[in-house]
C-alpha cells in the first residue's frame, strides 16, 4: 500500500501543473480506478485540496503543512532515501523505532519520523526536549559497507549536512560543537546521535538520530533550557515549513553520504571544519579518565578531535565532553 501510494504521489508530483487521468493513473500504478479514488480520499485525509475534473483527471492543488509520510514524500526528489519511511504521531525516540525497524529488515535508506517524541535521545542518555509538532524528530537506517571503527564519521557528516541546510533558512551562521552538536548564536539548535549494530569487522546497520529545534518560541522550552537553546523561529522571528526543511536535509544528506562513500572523510572533513565552533581557541576537554586543557585544531581524517596541549603536544580525542575557557583560565 504504502509503494503504491509513493508512486501515486510521484506521478502527481511530476504533472503538478496539470491534470492527470484516472485511466492513465490506473495503467500507471496496475491498480482499478475504485482504489485510485480512495487513494486520493486518503490524501484528502492527511490535508491535501486534490481537483478531480470529468473528463480531465486529478491534480493537487495544495499541500498541507503538516508532517506525515505522504507530505514529506511529495516533492522529496531523492533516489533512495526515505522510499520507505515510518510516520508516528508520538513515539517513545525514533531511534528506538528505528532500531527495531532495522533488526525486521527495513531497507537502506529507511526515514522515522515522529512528530513528538516522550523520550528523546541525546548523547550519554541525556534527554532530547521533543515538543509536539515544533520540531524535526527523526532518524535514519543505514546499511554501509564500511568497517565499524568508521561510523563516527557519518555523526561529523550529519551535523555537516544539517549546518549547511540551516545557512538557507537563518542569518546566524551555524557552528558545530564537536561532535554531534550545531549551534545558532552560541546556542544548541540541533543534535546528532549515531548508534549501530555490528560485527567485529561489518556493520548490520546504522541508526543516525537528528533532532532539530524549528518552531519553538522561548516559552517552549523547560526553565533549564532556555539559555541553552534556540530554534530556527527564535533566530529568525518567522515560522518554518518544517516539511520542506525535512525535503532538503534528507536531498543534501543524499548527496553528501554518496560523496563520502565514493571519496572517503576527505572532504567532510573540510565542510565539517568550515562550521567549527572555536577552532583555534582554548578548551578544556573532559573525558571519563581525566581532563585537559588545550587549544582546539580541527578534525583528524578519521574524525577524532585535534587539539594542541601547553607543551605543543597534538592531542587526538575520541570521545570527550568540551568545555570552553577564557584567557585567564589557562
Known sequence: MASTRYRLIELLNTNENTYISGQKLSEELNISRSAIWKHMKELEKDGYTIEGVRRKGYRIVTSPDKVSENTVLWGLGTDWIGKNMVHKQMADSTQTIAHQEALNGAPNGTVVIADQQTQGKGRMERQWHSAKGKGIWMSIILRPDLNPGLAPQLTLMTAAVVAEVLTVHTPANPKIKWPNDILLNHKKAAGILTEMQAEQDRIQYVVIGIGLN???????????????????????????HTTNLIQQILGRFEQVYA??????????????????????????????????????????????????????????????EIEWLREEDL
Do not use: H
Not at 519553538?216 to 523561529?233: C, G, H, N, V, Y
Open 259 to 320: 560523496t563520502f562513500m565514493q571519496n572517503g572523510f576527505s572532504p567532510i572533513k573540510s565542510k565539517w571544519e568550515y562550521y567549527g565552533y572555536k577552532i583555534g581557541e582554548k578548551i578544556r576537554i573532559r573525558t571519563p579518565r581525566n581532563s585537559l586543557d588545550a587549544v582546539l585544531l580541527g578534525i583528524a581524517e578519521d574524525g577524532a578531535l585535534l587539539a594542541r596541549t601547553s607543551d605543543k603536544e597534538i592531542k587526538k580525542i575520541y570521545s570527550g
Open 214 to 240: 524549528v518552531n519553538q518560541m522561548e516559552t517552549d522550552f523547560p526553565d533549564p533550557l532556555k539559555e541553552k537553546a534556540t530554534s530556527i523561529r527564535q533566530e529568525t522571528g518567522k515560522s518554518c
